[in-house]
């Protein structure tokens, strides 16, 4: 084929009909009208009859589902879980993931499934340090992860929104137009997403921007406080506070009983000998520097409400004569959404953690890992690696409005690697018809938490269940 003619006269001599590619991995040319699809599932399910929660005869109890959750806790903290639990309604509905599965199982679905953070509700969004040394913000929770029904997060968002504003004395109008405009924050963002070229949508990460996209802007303040928190929580900073130098020059954890206490020895060496399998799971080229680094003491530490009585554990390692380094080795269990999806064992609960997170996040903790401990699964990550987060329950209502936009845009993105935002985008479509519905749940379902968290008040009041509060 010469080159020296006109370019018509190349483009002549070049066909491509009749090329018909398959390659294994890439979709079809029919499946590319993700958003056509989106509108047809509208045929299936309307968008307005995302409003329907209603709790059956057959719904588990309450008592039974925290009770059964305690199941396989270390028995001397599941009074402090259940004082967590007891302080607020807010506080309840954060550790009471599966009871909401259950009711989530009983509410339509469009039959979409996502990567979905299991727990997405107000409090597991949050800062942390990318690799860059940037603060960005996202989902940061992902013990419950798991492929399911997208509708299950966004409505498990809206639900909190509502009931975290209610414990801050939001009033309900402000209340209900939170969890609103999160959805319509979550559907405009699959609408911007889907308009994107497919490398810059899937490369899209949440910083300050975000603010502005989101219409935030009163939240601005908020988020530079938190920033400016969030830059000075770091391990070199934690072992600083939480650790002595002996006499030798080593350091060790000083306990806080009852977050954080000391190990037996044989405890503390099975945790350190644990970590040769979490290096294995790290990327290739990340491995050599775990050879630069000692172990120089372990210890437990007491996290989250949902988490609370799992085994969790610090591990501090030193470099040669650099800022220490410390990594929280948590204990995985089966996720608490898999019953009410009747999803088989996943092998090992920590790798289903990390894969999940690598997949929802736009960027990730590049030491985040896995292990195993005798027969439990573990997730490792680095421990107060610039982390920020913002207590939903304490923002004044001009700001629970915007923090309900951030947390809505957020969620979007992260669904968005899982499943085509154009897919997404095609079923919320336009209007508020989705919007309005996810409000109306989450009203309903916020109702349903308030006398769920009376329940478990009213257990420990009469001492059927023990509790430790104002810890």
Known sequence: MALAGPLEDVRDEVTLEGRDFTVPGFRSREAAKAKAVGRALRKGLSRADHDRFEAGDDRPAVLDVVEQANQGRLPGLVPLRIGRMVATPFAFLRGS????????AKTPVTGVTAQICGDAHAGNFGLFGASDGRLVMDVNDFDETVPGPWEWDLKRLAASLVVAGRVGGAGEDVCRDAARDAAEAYRKTLALLAGMPVLQAWQAIADESLVWHAEAHDLSGVLERVSAKAHKNTSARFASRATVELADGRRRFVPEPPVLTVVDDETADAVARSLAGYVETLSPERRPMFERFAVEDVAFRVVGTGSVGLRAYVVMLEGSGDEPLVLQVKEARKSALAPALGLPDTGHEGRRIVIGQKVMQAVTDTLLGWTSIGERHFMVRQFRNKKGSIDASTLPPDQLDDYARMTGALLARAHSHSVDPKLLAGYCGKSGKLDEAIAAFAVAYADRTERDHA?????????????????
Do not use: I, K, Q
């Not at 993931?97 to 989530?104: C, W």
């Not at 329940?455 to 810890?471: D, F, I, K």
């Open 97 to 104: 993931a599966g009871l909401m599965a259950a009711d989530l």
């Open 455 to 471: 329940e478990l008040v009213a257990a420990v009041a009469s001492g059927r269940l023990p509790a430790e509060t104002g810890v």
